[in-house]
């Protein structure tokens, strides 16, 4: 008898985690969990969930399947065997998205055009210091684009220079230190503006949409082509997150120790969600598998930028 509930969350927070809402699809995991009762997935039991689909419209179909499919190939990278339903049998109606891992040279050209890809246009000062500052954090602390965009001025501490997140994905709370430069940043930004933000005001008032456009700009100016959607602005979280683990690596830092220091920074329930970088990272052979989960629960504080 599988766990497949267990197993569901954890396969549910890395499809997340790659950007996809998978709100429907989730809903259709826990029928998929419900209906197998911890059954082998084997081709008779695919055969048996298809039949119970038969009646529903095709895209439904297609979609359930789907879901059922992505489910299997996860298990599989668990080490579980299962039936493995064929593509060409329910093909998928949405294309997979791989991660876009920025190197460090495109990086550097990003923040080269930041501040350049404004000039000519007829942005407002307000606009020419904050979409440059948002895309810094996102890159400097992985944090999700719609997190900073809903930050409030109460939010922030100054002294600290530390983010207070309240409205986050898996709802919870957690605090986000800047590195010093970015601090410096953030601070003379409120501090021109420190009249026009009330206390609940939003630091930003900026759309996911409009930065997204603008990060589309930078990287055009920075010579880094955009093919089916990708780079987006969401990879820059997935960048952080392999550039910390090379940093691990270089400077020799124990892996099992380090994780769960950034599984809290990054906001992660479980040390699952880290292990979709670990094939990202060809420097990186630990199995995240092998981390005891009841070791670090609940005994990892918040920590500041400098400890990851």
């Known amino acids: 008898m599988q766990d497949y509930h267990t ?20 809903i259709v995991l826990k029928e998929i969990v419900t209906f197998l009762n911890g059954r082998e997935i084997t081709k008779e039991v695919t055969e048996e969930y298809a039949r119970i689909n038969q009646n529903r419209h095709s895209n439904t179909i297609a979609r359930n399947m789907g879901v059922l499919r992505e489910f299997c190939k996860y ?5 579980i065997d299962c039936y493995q339903i064929p593509e060409k049998i329910y093909p998928q109606n949405h294309k997979s998205y791989t991660s876009y891992i920025f190197s460090h040279k495109e990086i550097e050209n990003i923040y080269q055009n930041l501040e350049e890809t404004l000039k000519g246009y007829h942005y407002s000062y307000y606009q020419k210091l904050s979409y440059p500052l948002i895309i810094k954090i996102l890159y400097q602390t992985g944090m999700r684009l719609g997190e900073v965009l809903s930050i409030q001025k109460q939010d922030y501490l100054i002294e600290d220079g530390c983010f207070h997140l309240k409205n986050t994905k898996n709802e919870q709370e957690r605090y986000v230190f800047l590195p010093e430069s970015l601090k410096q940043e953030m601070n003379f930004f409120l501090h021109k503006f420190q009249y026009q933000l009330e206390k609940e005001s939003l630091i930003f008032s900026i759309s996911s949409s409009t930065i997204e456009q603008y990060f589309y700009k930078v990287l055009k100016r920075s010579h880094i082509p955009r093919r089916e959607n990708s780079p987006r602005v969401h990879d820059l979280r997935h960048t952080f997150v392999v550039h910390k683990i090379q940093e691990y690596v270089n400077a020799g830092k124990d892996i099992n120790v380090m994780l769960p220091i950034l599984q809290k920074h990054l906001g992660h329930q479980s040390l699952k969600a880290l292990s979709y970088y ?3 990272t060809k420097d990186i052979l630990t199995d995240i598998k092998q981390i005891s989960e009841e070791k670090f629960h609940d005994i990892i504080p918040e920590v500041k930028y400098e400890e990851l």
Do not use: P, W
Not at 75 to 79: S, V, Y
């Open 75 to 79: 298990l599989k990278t668990q080490g």
């Open 7 to 26: 197993l569901s969350q954890a396969f549910l927070q890395q499809k997340q985690f790659l950007g996809y809402r998978y709100k429907t699809e989730g």
């Open 278 to 280: 670990f094939h990202l």
